[in-house]
């Protein structure tokens, strides 16, 4: 198994010189045409609880948090999920905050069998779960999973994550095993940029992933690298990663793993964005809401974002953006093909 | 020679461009178009994955002239059942009864699964698609898909998407030679060259794709490609000879025959004797 090594990887974050990152760019900028073609993948956050009972010193919607907890009932999850359709997305991502108790699975099996009446492709980004439970909702229609380790290195990880099942690092780390043994078609992977040392949580989120990929090939891994964004009521100091950091990590990543996916957020701004697909992001989110229910229930008022949006855009005015640009918009990336017939039973 | 009417056939349809071009990749509908009709490609293939049913966003579908073939491809399958689930939604949908079977159970490498091809191309053709299965060329699996009821086989010649031409030409040659149904190559070629290399061995046809669409200009791409599918094939039905290493000599081991016995001052010293000896 070769991978990028770690001092290779801290060389290229620490050259600041301009030209070797133009150079850097121009290989990631080929690998990604040659690989992907002009062609970006849209998707949208759904937002169904934003119930916790992890304490993440960095998240908005952590435990400790006094701010107003909410799920969406059924109806509203539908009027939300019909409001982002209509916006003619159809990779959706689901979301809950990491409560076993307030969205256990049941709550979730609801949640993908509704969405499989509005999308296409199904998401999840929740609880890490064990292997019959992923296999459940894969069955239910479930497509894929994004599951962040935040940061690999384990004394930091324990100091952040104080409650809760996430404080097992090790269950977390292995989830992503059980998801694509459960059949999962989409796998994707992160970390949390600001939390650790950039270059050693790059280099053991490279080595998760090229486990997975020797364990299981099939699947179709994609990487995230979102940044730190300052929360409400924290004064958790975290060391900052900046546009040419983040933008270097973008170009590693590519060159490192030509046909991996890339996701980038709206959490980062319209500009960024813009420059960063030519570079290797692949998948986009569009104009998402971070807010449970924010989008046809306008709870906006009463429940707080888990982060701030940078870039505001709809996704009318991404596709306009993305078109002026040479780029393909792909809405539709996956048909459902009934998952449940591909039980070995049948 | 018969250049006017070259016809070949698969499933018993007749296409005279031996062009199949994919339509993945490319950086607009429009141009996907202009590139399909520049080629002059008469099949071209499509996923079903990326076909927009519910026309949120512009269907790809209306881009492909309607003389087309349509080839809907079942990318994103990882074995048979998913392969014969999305064969199964391309037909309910109405987009025909030609399906690319593509099993690939490997994100990295994107290479065929062989096995899971051949049981999904087992189970379709009995349903009465016309079934193109993409493998790796391999002799054996090529022979049992025949058995199977595939139109064709596609052995891929490199990697998908790498443009790396014709790494498994040996054994392209060996299917081109053993296989009585067409043999079109698909995947890793780059150039124009290669398509006229593999057609030059007699490969039936090629499909290409990443080389087109992510070209500068893809309807000029294609179009080169065309010509050089057209070149190689005309190279073959003319029986070129292939070129040779090094100079030979016209009959170095059976000359001697015909040539007329050395002087006649040599005979008489013998047979044994060499210039050496002089």
């Not at chain 1, 997975?212 to 958790?236: A, C, D, H, I, W």
């Not at chain 2, 002799?139 to 790494?167: E, F, H």
Request: aromatic fraction near 8%; hydrophobic fraction near 40%.
């Amino acid at each position: 198994m070769t991978l990028l090594p770690l001092a290779q990887i801290r060389t290229c974050l620490n050259d600041t010189r301009p030209e070797s990152l133009e150079q850097l760019a121009r290989q990631a900028h080929q690998t990604t045409v040659q690989n992907f073609g002009r062609t970006i993948s849209l998707y949208a956050p759904i937002y169904l609880s934003n119930y916790c009972s992890s304490h993440c010193a960095y998240c908005g919607f952590s435990r400790h948090h006094k701010i107003k907890r909410y799920k969406l009932t059924e109806p509203e999850m539908r009027r939300e999920m019909e409001a982002v359709a209509e916006k003619g997305i159809e990779n959706i991502l689901l979301l809950t905050g990491e409560s076993y108790t307030a969205t256990p699975l049941a709550y979730l099996e609801t949640a993908v069998r509704t969405a499989r009446e509005f999308f296409s492709s199904i998401t999840l980004e929740v609880h890490p779960m064990e292997e019959a439970e992923y296999r459940h909702l894969f069955f239910c229609g479930a497509d894929g999973i994004t599951l962040y380790q935040e940061t690999y290195d384990l004394q930091r990880y324990q100091h952040l994550h104080t409650a809760g099942k996430k404080q097992d690092y090790h269950f977390r780390r292995r989830a992503p095993f059980y998801a694509a043994q459960a059949g999962m078609r989409t796998i994707s992977l992160g970390v949390l940029l600001g939390l650790f040392d950039v270059a050693e949580d790059l280099f053991s989120l490279y080595q998760h992933l090229r486990e997975m990929e020797r364990t299981f090939p099939g699947v179709e891994y994609s990487l995230s690298f979102p940044r730190l964004q300052p929360v409400k009521g924290e004064n958790f100091q975290a060391a900052y990663v900046d546009d040419i950091t983040l933008i270097k990590i973008i170009c590693l990543t590519r060159i490192a793993f030509p046909r991996v996916g890339i996701n980038l957020s709206t959490r980062e701004s319209a500009r960024l964005r813009d420059h960063a697909i030519e570079l290797g992001v692949t998948r986009l989110s569009a104009e998402s809401s971070t807010v449970v229910g924010g989008y046809a229930l306008d709870r906006s008022a009463d429940t707080s974002p888990q982060f701030d949006i940078q870039d505001t855009r709809s996704v009318k005015q991404i596709i306009r953006r993305l078109k002026e640009k040479q780029f393909d918009p792909v809405l539709t990336d996956w048909r459902p093909i009934a998952n449940e017939t591909l039980r070995s039973d049948t | 020679m018969p250049t006017d009417k070259d016809t070949f056939f698969i499933a018993g349809k007749p296409f005279q461009s031996r062009f199949l071009l994919g339509t993945g990749k490319f950086k607009n509908k429009q141009e996907m178009q202009a590139t399909i009709r520049n080629s002059g490609a008469q099949i071209v293939t499509v996923a079903l994955r990326r076909i927009d049913m519910e026309t949120h966003q512009e269907n790809i579908l209306e881009y492909i002239p309607e003389d087309i073939t349509l080839l809907t491809n079942t990318s994103g399958a990882r074995n048979a059942k998913e392969a014969i689930r999305i064969a199964h939604l391309a037909r309910e949908s109405g987009y025909g009864d030609w399906i690319k079977i593509e099993v690939i159970n490997d994100s990295k490498y994107l290479l065929p699964d062989n096995a899971e091809t051949l049981e999904a191309t087992r189970v379709l053709a009995q349903e009465g698609f016309i079934v193109l299965p993409y493998i790796s060329a391999d002799l054996y699996v090529a022979r049992a898909l025949v058995d199977a009821g595939a139109a064709t086989v596609m052995p891929l010649g490199s990697l998908i998407g790498s443009n790396q031409g014709l790494k498994t030409k040996a054994f392209l040659k060996i299917l081109i030679e053993e296989i009585d149904i067409p043999v079109i190559v698909d995947a890793g070629i780059g150039l124009p060259s290669q398509a006229a290399a593999a057609m030059e061995m007699g490969a039936d046809a090629v499909l290409v794709n990443t080389a087109v669409a992510t070209a500068q200009h893809p309807e000029i791409v294609a179009q080169a490609f065309a010509w050089a599918t057209q070149a190689g094939r005309l190279a073959y039905l003319s029986r070129l000879r292939h070129p040779q290493d090094a100079a030979e000599a016209s009959s170095p081991l059976t000359g001697f025959l015909y040539e007329q016995p050395a002087s006649s001052a040599n005979d008489q010293k013998g047979s044994v004797t060499t210039d050496n000896d002089q």
